[in-house]
């Protein structure tokens, strides 16, 4: 949402005001600094071992405190969060048009991911401006009904955040910090990989890591303990796996500009990582991003050990078919999203 705010911020017309629910307060946080936004509201709704429905209630009442005093002409919300499927009905409830930035995107299947698909299933329908960010995107709203009037496809905004920081950017390396090493970024999150997904994962990078002395695995493991446990007790002691705190987007890109290629279940890094010409193998089964695996820029690998050793052995040892696969355009956008979304709330609101 960075290139949104500062697109707002730079209108003659409309005003922005940044609310942050804390949800991963200290991901949020790390984010927000990255990119100098400060919010004007942050709820601190994170308690420890807190649930679900505990979560989405505590966002929905902070929100709808917020929002009475607001008296905004317009709430925006982003992707599939349970952050954002609260932002949707508090604005819902309170009578306030809502804007849905990244709508559209759909696996079809309610476990996969879990809960995101159903959240975005919810928010879509109650929407003034569904912000596709594909064509495809576009055609799943107007086969579920949402009124054509409503929909706008504008690309996906976080390429906006990553070209305008690496336009920003004075040097960059793109290869690994040691000489004759690939290295492999490597980020997982998904709720449903948590138990026999994780240590599948974990096994098939601790056994590249064993049979290889040429690569090396970076992993910024994400703070959810289900991810940390199997993670740092598989993976914590090999020579080769850098295991890391989460790291800040801008190093996080500086780290994708210098790999190989990346490991991921994260639906932000199928779109990222093409425009930096790099493949990406997808641990999951299914996306709600099919048009890189359409376009050949990213490949769903599961999370079966043996189906992701064999995909990284293949962009490790086939040099024509790697060319062939960072070479691919990124289909996700060209950096020019958050300029349209705020054209078309300046045409309606300003």
Known sequence: MAPVVAAVEASKSLEVVVISTGQQRELAAQALAGFNIEPAFNLDVMRDNQGLAALTGRILAGLDEVLADLKCDALLCHGDTTTALSAALAGFYRRIPIGH??????TYDFDH???EEMNRRLIDPICRWCFAPTELSKSNLISEGVDESHI?????????????LRAQQSSHSETASEPGVREILVTGHRRESFGDGFQNICTAIH????ERDDVKFIYPVHLNPNVRKPVMGLLGSHPRIDLREPVGYEEFVSLMSRSYFLLTDSGGVQEEAPSLGKPVLVM????ERPEGVDAGTCTLVGT???RIMSSCRELLDDKSEYKRRSSLANPYGDGHAAERIVSVLEEELG
């Open 284 to 287: 999951r089964d299914t996306t």
């Open 152 to 164: 706008h496809v504008t690309g996906n905004t976080v390429i906006d955040a990553l070209l305008n």
């Open 101 to 106: 930035v990244e709508a559209g995107l759909r």
């Open 207 to 210: 056994t590249l890591a064993e």
């Open 304 to 306: 079966d050990p043996n």
């Open 113 to 115: 991911p879990w809960p």
